[in-house]
């Protein structure tokens, strides 16, 4: 790869990573907050992509080494995909969380262009926690985003820069 995607690629860690450094590709950035769960602010949590169509695409962070089944819906479209993701324990504490992507799927091929979703589920205890999902376009121009905080999720950026 000529640019740097994850400069933490494949570690495992119970410490949020650092943000992102490569500066075309998406680089994503949220601040977690409780989703009302017993394990609070003991959490499990997963950023990943989807196309348009839903389907899965590719892990960038994943935390959750023992609770993954908590995160009913990453699970359910990834089957526990983290093939280039930052991944790492349950975590301690809620603050912010970053991801970053090349545009490559889980199998390392280019992705086209084309509207996709960045999808984030969040889960403080021992079931379903919140998910959410926000559509972006990877393509020859500029997007960033900063949507409305939604449960368990605030303070989100999303930048896409052509590579």
Partial sequence: MGIIVITWM???TNDPAAAPTNKTGLTVSVVTSSAGGNYAPKHVVAI???NAAGTFVKTLTVYAKDRANDLTNWESVSGGNTVDALTGATQNSFG???GSWDGTDSKG???P???YRLCMELSDKSSTGNFSYFTFIKGPATDIQTPSNVPSFSMITIKWVPL
């Fill in 10 to 12: 494949g570690c495992t």
């Fill in 113 to 115: 262009d084309g509207t």
């Fill in 109 to 111: 091929a280019t992705v």
């Fill in 96 to 98: 912010t969380i970053y």
């Fill in 48 to 50: 990943w992509l989807e």
